[in-house]
Structure formats: C-alpha cells, structure tokens
C-alpha cells in the first residue's frame, strides 16, 4: 500500500508542477497597427504613441520606452503630421525611473505625467475631463471646464480592464462632439504651440498681399512637427476674392472646422489664415485695404477657443479601442503597448514527455504489481481450504 501512494504522489507532482513552472512573459503582434485600421485612422488625423512595453524581460525602463518607439515606428507612421512619435504615456508608479533627458534622447516630447527634471522641450499634460467610460465623468463636468475657459481639455479612453469590456459615456460623447472646438491629438497640438509664429506679410499692392509663413525651426531639437498655424489679420475692410498657393486654390474654412488643415475664412473685417511652415499665398481683395491691418497669431487652430484631444491609453489591440469611434469628430493618440502573452520556456514540454512516458510505465507496474498480490492472496486461500479439509 505504501508503495502505491508513493507512485500515486509522484504522477500528481509531475502533473501539478508544469503548473507552477516559472513562464516568460512576451508580447503579442497587434496586426490591426498595419492592416486596415492602424492607416485608416492615421488618415482620419488620429496619432499614435507609446504606453511601454508589455512583458519586456528588461528592468530599465528607458530601454523598455526605446522598445516601444522602434516596435511602433516599424508598422506605423506616428501622425500624417510626421513619422516619429512624440507621445508617450507613463505609468505613475514608475516615475522615479526615467527622466526628462531620456525622454528627449528617446523622443519623446509629450507625457501624461509630471517628471523631474523639468524641461522646457517637453509638455506634461493631465486628463482634466477624466474618462469617456460611462458612471466616471458627467456632461456637467465637462460643461464646467468649457465654462471656465479651459484652453486644452484631455481626455483617457480604455476599451477594455483587464477581461471587463468598458462602455462609454453616450451622453457625455455627444456633449463633446457637438462642441464647436478643434479636436485634435496630443503631438498635433503640442507642434502648434512649438511651432506658431507669425507670418510675412507684403502688401505693396493694396488690393493683393503676398503672405509667407517663414519658419526656419520647429524646435531646438527638431522632435515637433511641421504643422499648419493659423493667423488672423483684422480690420483689412475689404472682402477676399481668392487665396491661391503656386496657383491652386486653397481651402475655404468654416468657423466650426474643427481638424487642422491649410485654409482660410474672412470673419467679418478679419481674414484667419491657415498656413504650413515655408508656404507662401497669394490673397486678392475686391478693394484696397487698411494699411494700418494688424495681425495676431491664434493660439489654436482656426482660432478656436477650446482644444479637445482623447488619449487611447494601453492600446493593445486597435480594433477594440477604436471600433466604438467609427464616425465621430474626435481625434485619438492611440498610446500603444503590445498585449502581454504567457510564453512557456522549455520545462513544460520536458515535463509533458516525462508525464507521458512515465504514466503507462507506473500503469504496467502497477498491474502487475496488482496481479502479484492477488496470486498471492490466491495461494493463501488455497492453503485455508486446505487446512480446512485436513481439519
């Protein structure tokens, strides 16, 4: 009997311990960043930046952030704006592990989170109107902060929490997309705000001006992205006949368009002009203007009083964070970390052989062992009957 419960614990261990056996975390290759969903989105306007990287077998975590760049930009161009991400999303626990140098030697320009030292090169933003996932953030939060006069309002999307599937704030969508804004994603707008300057403006005749947006730096260290800036130039007490560049047309802009783009409008006595770095325009007046026209650079896009940007915050697996925002106004920076997957090494398939070769070999033992016994016991009884018929 001993011997059996022997045999029996050992096929237990050997089956319970591939279960304990230590596995190497990996990630999974999100296929939606280069097939269909990743280009659409990226033609729509939405960006796409780093979150870390999920089962990086390195403690460094700026090594772990480096992983994340060059996994992100061997599938996927950051924004229409520029190839290089600039976004990256931080997890707060880790902060004492990165700086804002290595930030900007990985390049890096916009976080979600405040790092010391600071630098002037990198803009930390905070999710002031919190989340889209419904029973978190209410139309009356988010009217407040319009209210208030808040320039940049930021918001975090996540599709899933861990298996639970997360479900938006219908209500609070719909406040926000009626809203007149310009809607707009983290890179995008913190290149504006890096690259706004005004324009030359040449006005020797004074029904035509000759407008050129001379930029000859986006940055001290060229990580923002060459994007359209808007100027608006008042009391010009004339009409726009036609705003051309190298002889075609430009964009006619409403008041509420609300993505970046080359354009212009005429707003009463003002024309808002909207233009890239090193592009210059050809404007003619039906009549003379106002040599006294001054000119303002806007501080958003289509001088726009409020910016609204959504960060899709872990994003491992597009499809899922995206297939709810199908057809609305707002703009994502989709933060991107790969999907951890539980690799095994090569003790679980050692073991599995081991199993499968030990477990009929303790079988055939045993059955034999068992037909031993009751041969045994067999002649035992013969023996009492014999005895019995003796008696």
Same mark, same amino acid.
Request: proline share 5%; with cysteine; hydrophobic share 40%.
């Given at each position: 009997m001993l011997t059996r419960r022997v045999?029996?614990?050992? &096929? =237990?261990? =050997?089956?319970?311990?591939? &279960? @304990?056996?230590?596995?190497?975390?990996?990630?999974?290759?999100?296929?939606?960043?280069?097939?269909?969903?990743?280009?659409?989105?990226?033609? =729509?306007?939405?960006?796409?930046? @780093?979150?870390?990287?999920?089962? +990086?077998?390195? %403690?460094?975590y700026e090594l772990e952030i480096s992983q994340c760049r060059d996994y992100l930009t061997e599938r996927i161009n950051a924004s229409k704006w520029g190839v290089n991400p600039i976004s990256l999303g931080i997890d707060s626990e880790r902060l004492d592990e990165i700086d804002s140098e290595?930030?900007?030697?990985?390049?890096?320009?916009?976080?979600?989170?405040?790092? *010391?030292?600071?630098?002037?090169?990198?803009?930390?933003? +905070? *999710?002031?109107?919190? %989340?889209?996932?419904?029973?978190?953030?209410t139309v009356e939060d988010f009217q407040a902060l319009i209210e208030d006069g808040v320039p940049m309002i930021n918001f975090y999307w996540l599709a899933r929490d861990h298996d639970v599937v997360v479900r938006p704030n219908s209500e609070l969508v719909t406040s926000i997309e009626s809203t007149t804004a310009w809607f707009s994603t983290w890179g995008e707008h913190a290149s504006y705000q890096a690259t706004k300057s005004q324009f %030359? &403006?040449?006005? +020797? +005749? %004074? $029904?035509?001006?000759l407008v050129t947006f001379e930029s000859d730096s986006i940055s001290s260290t060229g990580v923002y992205w060459a994007v359209p800036i808007t100027n608006k130039f008042s009391n010009i007490n004339a009409d726009v006949v036609s705003v051309n560049y190298d002889d075609i047309a430009l964009d006619e802009l409403e008041i509420n368009s609300p993505h970046l783009q080359t354009g212009w409008r005429q707003e009463n006595n003002s024309l808002i002009l909207s233009l890239m770095p090193g592009q210059q325009v050809s404007i003619v007046f039906d009549t003379s203007t106002n040599p006294d026209t001054s000119q303002q650079t806007c501080d958003r896009f289509n001088c726009h009083t409020v910016a609204i940007?959504?960060?899709?915050?872990?994003? $491992?697996?597009?499809?899922?964070?995206?297939?709810?925002?199908? $057809?609305?106004?707002?703009?994502?920076?989709?933060?991107?970390?790969?999907?951890?997957v539980a690799q095994y090494g090569w003790i679980l398939p050692t073991l599995a052989v081991i199993v499968a070769l030990c477990a009929p070999v303790a079988i055939i033992w045993l059955v034999k062992n068992d037909r031993r016994v009751q041969q045994a016991v067999a002649v035992l009884d013969t023996l009492d009957n014999l005895k019995f018929e003796e008696e």
């Open positions: 045999v029996a614990l050992t &096929l =237990l261990g =050997l089956l319970i311990l591939p &279960l @304990c056996a230590p596995v190497t975390a990996e990630w999974e290759e999100d296929t939606w960043l280069t097939i269909i969903i990743g280009p659409e989105r990226l033609e =729509l306007g939405d960006e796409f930046g @780093c979150h870390g990287m999920a089962g +990086s077998e390195t %403690s460094d290595a930030i900007i030697s990985a390049g890096f320009a916009v976080l979600d989170q405040q790092i *010391y030292p600071l630098n002037s090169e990198i803009e930390n933003l +905070s *999710y002031n109107g919190g %989340s889209l996932e419904k029973n978190r953030q %030359s &403006l040449d006005n +020797s +005749s %004074s $029904d035509s001006w940007t959504v960060a899709g915050i872990h994003t $491992d697996d597009l499809f899922d964070w995206s297939k709810r925002w199908t $057809d609305t106004p707002m703009r994502f920076t989709w933060l991107v970390e790969p999907r951890e």
